[in-house]
């Protein structure tokens, strides 16, 4: 019995360690699971805050250069810098573009090892053409052109909106952005295998930039549309877009590829762009569109607009006159709504219109400030539908058959119409209710679950599968499980960031979503690898955005330095950084990442942190260091306008073209910059003195990390208008 009662007690005794032994590895686990969330999230913070505020800066960058050509005379030199890039519709004959895309005096040289193709093409050559771009090989120009050619004759077939039936014996596939990422797409068919009749295929937008097999991409879906037109569908993203394909990388990616025909290449893949399909229709219940809805979106006069007018949507669309001769000449629509004295009223918000205000505030105005038109006199209103209604015999009868509301009917003109496909492609949805304009990208507007539900509702559908936001599953579902955001492009921001994912619907129209993630890097990496990878470079481009904003973080921390002594506290520095930075990141808990300069008692050095964050690149000492450090802040622009600049698409400018880049980007910025101060910098990039800059050795020269990361192209400074996102450090479920 005694023997008994010691065991017990000897029992009691070790499990009461075993229990608080327990109760530690929990706390602990609990601990580093909520130190590993907080980790993955602010690294998920700066990288989106990257992606829009580039989004936003390449939308005021064209508001700026739009208002040029509104306000500028003809022959002044900033005009005419940029004027090239609003000629959408030099030729408008179908029969005179035919003859400028003509590929027939394109030889094809013998020692070409790509793949061949014939038209009409054949399942075969799109499967190898599929392996061929397997194998990294490129398909020639002529057969580029020829393919090109050949999709936009198909696409001008399509309604706007296509109505889509599966049946018993079909699923239909749904992919979201792709991005140029082609491992994402040969994944997809390894997968889930290539479209065929029996395996359709919905693709959702954003096919192209940021990626390095953007054309690549393109060239696989249009073969295969050529091959199933009734089982391979392709909805606009944003990104097909000129003006943006500028800053993103996709028109340098065609350049540097087809460099004796990437020209011809790029203006049919404008006019291609153009007549893509705007939304898909399964069963007359799913809605997939690429960006989204707001309180006005309305399915019948998307279903009826001339999409082909709009080759940009961050512009109203080009109306045109005809001449004696028959020939289209082409003016700016916006001049026909708002001609009464120059005098625009344009709007920042759905229902609150506000004057454009002053130039010098311009190029601080999202492009919602853009979107409201003039209310003009009854006569002129009639006039404009008028004209609108003239247009309508041109399409087909089932186009004319589409219900036509009578809220449409009132609103129906060019403006109300660009603001319907803007809201389409650059939307996104938000938890609170109500419609406001989306301020973070610049474009399009927030969406709340009442519109979902009313939008639903008026249009009689169930479900709303949208793309144009990445998530670290590759989908999430919002707004009562009734919108389901689709992403495809995995590894997104760097690898192990975010899975990739497409979406099978079947009869019963319960979305089956396939996750996967193309890097066979990331199944060799722990969770905790891959966090940490993905942190290094999310910190990598913040300390870059850091250094870029030097000369007001001096300013900030001289505030709190009333010494003068060069040191900070650490509660005063994370401060003055995010008073800086507006990002909202926990800049405490990336204090031991982002500065190793501490002082005994725990102070920072902020002019030994600057050091360690200043980059090592050419000899810039003898440059203007203001001039020096917008160049850094806003080499994302910079760029942009070299590109626009560079009407030949060379890759080169002239010493001349360089200082009126500078002076445009002064404009732009509201700043001084001195002649001698782009001397000083021309000088240092044109080494060999033969009076010309090489674009991309420039840019490369003044690359502030050492690596290029993915998301760099398209990177820019973060701007103040991306602080509404959600803040971390004070997130209860952290």
Excluded at 312 to 339: C, F, N, T, V
């Amino acid at each position: 019995m005694g023997c008994g009662v010691t065991k017990s007690d000897h029992f009691h005794k070790h499990s009461g360690k075993a229990i608080r032994a327990a109760v530690l590895i929990q706390r602990w686990y609990r601990q580093y699971v909520a130190r590993t969330e907080m980790r993955r999230r602010y690294t998920w913070h700066i990288f989106q805050s990257i992606e829009y505020s580039g989004e936003q800066a390449q939308i005021k960058l064209y508001n700026f250069l739009g208002y040029l050509m509104d306000n500028f005379t003809p022959s002044s030199n900033e005009r005419n810098l940029i004027s090239h890039i609003f000629r959408e519709n030099e030729v408008c004959r179908d029969a005179e573009w035919e003859r400028y895309f003509c590929y027939k005096n394109i030889e094809v040289p013998e020692i070409y090892s790509g793949p061949h193709l014939t038209f009409p093409l054949t399942v075969e050559q799109a499967v190898g053409l599929v392996e061929a771009f397997r194998n990294k090989k490129q398909l020639h120009s002529r057969y580029v052109l020829q393919l090109l050619l050949e999709t936009w004759k198909q696409l001008r077939m399509f309604p706007n909106i296509n109505r889509v039936s599966t049946c018993q014996s079909k699923e239909i596939t749904i992919c979201g952005d792709l991005h140029g990422q082609l491992e994402d797409l040969l994944l997809i068919f390894y997968k889930n295998g290539t479209p065929s009749l029996e395996r359709p295929y919905l693709f959702n937008g954003d096919f192209v930039d940021r990626g390095k097999d953007s054309i690549e991409i393109l060239l696989i879906l249009f073969s295969f549309l050529l091959i199933y037109p009734s089982d391979i569908y392709l909805n606009r993203g944003n990104h097909e877009d000129h003006i943006v394909n500028l800053r993103y990388g996709f028109t340098k990616e065609v350049l540097t590829k087809y460099k004796m025909h990437g020209k011809r290449i790029l203006k049919l893949l404008q006019k291609i762009f153009s007549w893509l399909p705007l939304a898909t229709v399964i069963d007359q219940k799913v809605l997939v569109l690429h960006g989204g809805i707001s309180d006005v979106t309305d399915l019948s006069l998307l279903a009826r607009l001339d999409r082909h007018n709009y080759v940009s949507a961050l512009r109203p669309p080009k109306k045109r006159h005809q001449s004696s001769s028959g020939m289209s000449i082409d003016s700016d629509m916006e001049e026909d709504l708002w001609s009464a004295n120059k005098i625009y009223q344009r709007r920042t918000s759905l229902m609150y219109p506000k004057p454009l205000g002053t130039r010098e505030s311009f190029h601080n105005r999202s492009l919602q400030d853009f979107s409201d038109r003039l209310k003009g006199s009854v006569v002129d209103q009639m006039e404009i539908n008028r004209r609108r209604q003239s247009m309508f015999h041109f399409k087909s009868e089932k186009d004319m058959s589409q219900a036509i509301s009578t809220e449409s009917i009132k609103s129906e003109n060019p403006a109300d119409e660009w603001k319907q496909i803007l809201d389409l492609l650059w939307s996104d949805p938000m938890t609170q209710d109500g419609c406001t304009p989306n301020e973070v990208r610049g474009g399009g507007c927030y969406w709340g679950p009442d519109i979902t539900e009313d939008f639903l509702n008026r249009h009689n559908l169930q479900l709303i599968i949208r793309s144009h936001e990445c998530k670290q599953e590759g989908y999430e579902f919002c707004h009562n499980r009734k919108v389901l955001t689709l992403f495809s492009a995995s590894n997104y921001y760097d690898v192990g960031s975010n899975r990739g994912a497409y979406v099978k619907l079947g009869p019963d129209l319960v979305p089956y979503v396939v996750q996967y993630q193309a890097s066979s890097m990331i199944r060799e990496l722990t969770v905790r690898q891959s966090v940490g990878r993905t942190e290094r470079s999310a910190l990598k481009v913040l300390r870059e955005q850091l250094f870029a904003h030097k000369s007001d973080l001096l300013c900030a921390f001289k505030k709190y330095d009333t010494m003068n002594k060069g040191v900070v506290s650490l509660s005063d520095w994370a401060t003055a950084v995010e008073n800086v930075m507006r990002l909202g990141v926990p800049w405490r808990m990336l204090r031991c990442q982002l500065v190793t300069s501490r002082t005994s008692d725990g102070m920072i050095n902020y002019h030994e942190w600057f050091n360690e964050l200043a980059i090592h690149g050419p000899n810039t000492d003898h440059i203007d260091q203001s001039l020096l450090e917008t160049l850094y802040r806003h080499r994302s622009t910079l760029e942009t306008i070299f590109r626009i600049v560079d009407t030949d698409n060379s890759g080169f400018i002239t010493i001349e073209d360089f200082r009126q880049t500078w002076k445009l980007l002064s404009v732009y910025l509201k700043m001084e910059i001195t002649d001698d101060a782009i001397s000083d910098l021309a000088v240092t990039i044109d080494s060999n003195q033969d009076g010309s800059i090489d674009i991309d050795e420039f840019m490369e020269a003044f690359r502030l990390t050492d690596k290029k990361s993915r998301l760099e192209r398209g990177r820019s400074m973060f701007m103040g208008t991306a602080n509404d996102l959600t803040k971390l450090e004070g997130d209860p479920n952290i």
